[in-house]
């Protein structure tokens, strides 16, 4: 980001280094970010040429980590419902069946938060990343709450829909909480005031998976009818609707710079969609069973799907042509995630383990074991060198 000043008023820009990779002749890179670029004068090039070399090195950081278990937490009495890291990786949060969520230290192990308020199972939770000062859960009792993540204090209980809220999500500004529920609507709602901004009416069957784009301006909805949702955020007014899919949405995300939208289905296909004229670019077949979990790296060069028949693929974004293949699972596979570089992927799969595997190659590099029922949620920290599995066992495992 640049920040400069144009008539004594404070002003950003962005410039785009998604192409970035380890072997990137970061001298020419520089030269050509000079001649784009007017406000890299010259004696501001040294600054960026080693703010480049920074985020380099950080593409190569934690390629050859091994985790290790660190800490065992049986977080809850009843079942877990999904597990959720603060960016820095310093804490996270889990939610229960026993109507409550926690907040953990994950260096330590301890317990630092208990919010408790909800009347009903605690099904969704969210940081509101990068920030990581508040968190929202979405119940079973129909609410929303707004917490502050560090003294557990409620802010506010969103209340308005009428059935389940099963999936949630910040806008990247942090001003904006969206609930999306069973009872085939999404809502926004402002953080500050705590009242509802908008509600998203048009789905014919619940709601169960939105994502914002990265300038918070559009969010996708996706459902049990089948179809995804582009909505304008400003005016609550549909943008596109995807319409392809012959069974159930399991997800729906955006790519990093917001041109490409993924869905996955029960269809066992996954499609990807222009996100500015609503057009399917490509269906992708292969999997023999329902696709559960898809996502883009962090730079979207590459996308993976993960199925019930066991097995995960990724994709390069630009061929869409599958590049590996992840077979080693012995049951389906619910979760799949990009570490932060791009070149490693976690999964969590029903046959009790996670795995580690080259993106690339499609190698798997490393088993998490020791949970005695199945693996519903793992995710890695921003850094890539944390990771956090919970299971249907009641308990949480912090890999380091």
Not at 239 to 267: P, Q, R
Not at 287 to 300: N, R
Not at 336 to 356: E, H, W
Request: hydrophobic share 35%; glycine share 8%.
């Amino acid at each position: 980001m640049l920040e400069y000043e144009t008539n004594g008023e404070l002003k950003t820009k962005s410039i785009d280094l998604l192409e970035l990779d380890p072997s990137t002749d970061v001298g020419a890179l520089v030269e050509e970010i000079q001649k784009a670029e007017p406000l890299i004068t010259a004696s501001r090039a040294e600054k960026v040429r080693l703010l480049v070399q920074r985020l380099q090195a950080k593409l190569e950081q934690n390629s050859k980590h091994i985790f290790c278990l660190v800490k065992v937490l049986r977080a809850h009495i009843l079942p877990l419902t999904n597990v959720a890291l603060n960016k820095s990786g310093s804490c996270f949060i889990t939610g229960s069946y026993d109507r409550m969520c926690k907040v953990w230290d994950t260096r330590s192990g301890e317990q630092l938060h208990t919010l408790e308020g909800h009347r009903n199972v605690v099904y969704t939770i969210a940081f509101n990343n990068p920030y990581g000062d508040k968190i929202a859960t979405g119940s079973f009792d129909k609410t929303c709450k707004l917490w502050s993540a560090e003294t557990g204090e409620c802010y506010h209980t969103f209340r308005g829909h009428t059935a389940e809220i099963v999936c949630l999500s910040f806008n990247p500004q942090s001003t904006l909480v969206a609930t999306g529920s069973m009872d085939t609507t999404a809502k926004l709602w402002d953080i500050q005031s705590g009242e509802e901004v908008f509600t998203l009416t048009g789905h014919l069957a619940e709601i169960i998976s939105l994502s914002f784009d990265t300038s918070g301006s559009r969010i996708i909805t996706g459902s049990f009818d089948h179809t995804v949702i582009v909505w304008d955020t400003s005016t609550a007014r549909k943008v596109h609707t995807l319409i392809g899919h012959c069974a159930e949405i399991s997800s729906s995300v955006f790519n990093w710079d917001c041109s490409l939208i993924l869905t996955g289905s029960m269809d066992k296909t996954c499609m990807l969609w222009d996100a500015t004229n609503g057009k399917c670019i490509a269906t992708l077949t292969g999997h023999d069973d329902e696709i559960l979990d898809s996502c883009f790296d962090y730079a979207g060069k590459l996308f993976a799907t993960a199925s019930a028949d066991g097995t995960a693929r990724v994709y390069c974004t630009a061929t869409r042509k599958c590049i590996s293949k992840l077979e080693g699972h012995e049951g389906e596979i619910s979760k799949i995630s990009f570490n932060p570089q791009g070149n490693r992927l976690l999964t969590g799969s029903s046959d009790k383990t996670a795995r580690i595997w080259d993106a690339h190659t499609g190698e798997c590099l490393q088993v998490l074991e020791g949970h005695v029922d199945e693996i519903f949620s793992c995710t890695f920290n921003y850094k890539g060198n944390i990771v956090i599995t919970g299971s249907k066992d009641n308990t949480c495992r912090i890999w380091c």
